[in-house]
């Protein structure tokens, strides 16, 4: 297996954390393993969570196009339209909103994430020891 670029960076740093003498250096590194960890965590939740508000989207996309499909067969004269029906739209229109806004700040709390790792391996890269 092809070690990937993270991986080489975590090696690196797990092996500097554990010969590096300057407290401050040893400091640093401890914060950028814990926030490299935290950063699969993370992406795994992530990911996991993604999935399962995909889904959540889908079944409401599905619900509000039968419900819109009645509404116009109504409008159309066709077919009865109940006002409950009326009620699901807005109520479904609503729900997809809050899962849509959800899913944005679930990928923009990864963002964040990596963003915070670059910062940590940012400043030891940078510093010196």
Not at 79 to 84: D, T
Not at 91 to 119: C, F, I, P, S, Y
């Amino acid at each position: 297996m092809v070690p990937t670029e993270e991986a080489i960076l975590h090696k690196l740093m797990h092996d500097r954390f554990h010969t590096a003498k300057s407290s401050g250096e040893r400091a640093i590194l401890s914060v950028a393993l814990q926030a490299f960890l935290e950063l699969q965590r993370r992406r795994q939740e992530t990911s996991e969570r993604v999935r399962e508000l995909s889904r959540q989207i889908q079944s409401s996309e599905r619900q509000m196009a039968l419900v819109s499909q009645r509404i116009d067969k109504w409008a159309r004269g066709l077919g009865a339209c109940s006002e409950s029906d009326m009620r699901l739209v807005a109520v479904l229109g609503d729900t997809l909103a809050a899962q849509e806004t959800r899913l944005r700040n679930t990928k923009q709390e990864l963002v964040d994430a990596e963003q915070r790792m670059v910062h940590v391996v940012g400043l030891w890269a940078t510093s010196r020891f």
